[in-house]
């Protein structure tokens, strides 16, 4: 039963992460709004060299039928890449910048891009789930996502320089994180708003 009960919270995770890139892409339509990858900022160009990796490994794991590598790798990026962090961060931009702000269609045009590629990856083992959410992508598609083309790495997000500045700013955050809820939970702060870094 607690494995049943793990792989639903695996799956509502994955499902509310595709949720989220849907409802933040209403506006955007990709024909016009698209920012070209030299405009993104810097945390945008992130985002896809995560999604990138993702590629890498997905694929991997299906080529070698190692279906739990490639469950565990689609929540980690759902969980931990977009939901704890990248998305997180994002709200802002996409909340409170104006429709056509081109840093929200940057934000929008990255959305559009995890959208697209993580359906299709999960597409093989979430059938289901991956032709419900293949219907409300914006733009002009294929009639499903199983006539699709498989993701494709793309060279131009992988950068080696990035990657590794970016890991040592998670490493760092991650480990922040870890002082302020140690700090908090001893009674030292109320909030990680009152602490000082």
Same mark, same amino acid.
């Given at each position: ?48 060299? /995560?999604? +990138?990796? #993702?590629? !890498?490994?997905? &694929? ?8 739990? *590598?490639?469950?565990? =790798? ?32 940057? /934000?929008? +045009?990255? #959305?559009? !891009?995890?959208? &697209? ?8 083992? *979430?059938?289901?789930? =991956? ?67």
């Amino acid at each position: 039963r607690e494995i049943l009960l793990q792989l639903a919270e695996v799956y509502r995770k994955i499902r509310n992460t595709a949720r989220f890139l849907l409802g933040n892409l209403s506006d955007f339509d990709p024909e016009k709004d698209c920012v070209p990858y030299e405009d993104l900022r810097e945390i945008d160009r992130w985002a896809l060299l /995560a999604m +990138t990796r #993702l590629v !890498e490994k997905v &694929t991997a794991a299906y080529e070698d039928y190692e279906y739990h *590598l490639l469950y565990h =790798a689609l929540h980690n990026f759902c969980a931990l890449d977009m939901s704890a962090f990248y998305l997180d961060v994002l709200k802002d931009r996409l909340y409170c910048s104006q429709a056509d702000d081109p840093a929200r269609r940057a /934000a929008q +045009t990255v #959305l559009y !891009e995890v959208l &697209t590629t993580l359906v299709r990856l999960m597409a093989p083992v *979430l059938t289901f789930t =991956a032709e419900e959410i293949w219907e409300y992508v914006p733009g002009a598609k294929e009639e499903s996502v199983q006539l699709t083309l498989w993701p494709e790495v793309n060279p131009k997000y992988l950068d080696d320089e990035l990657e590794q500045r970016w890991n040592e700013l998670l490493t760092v955050r991650s480990a922040v994180g870890k002082a302020l809820e140690e700090a908090r939970q001893s009674g030292l702060i109320g909030t990680s708003l009152m602490a000082q870094v």
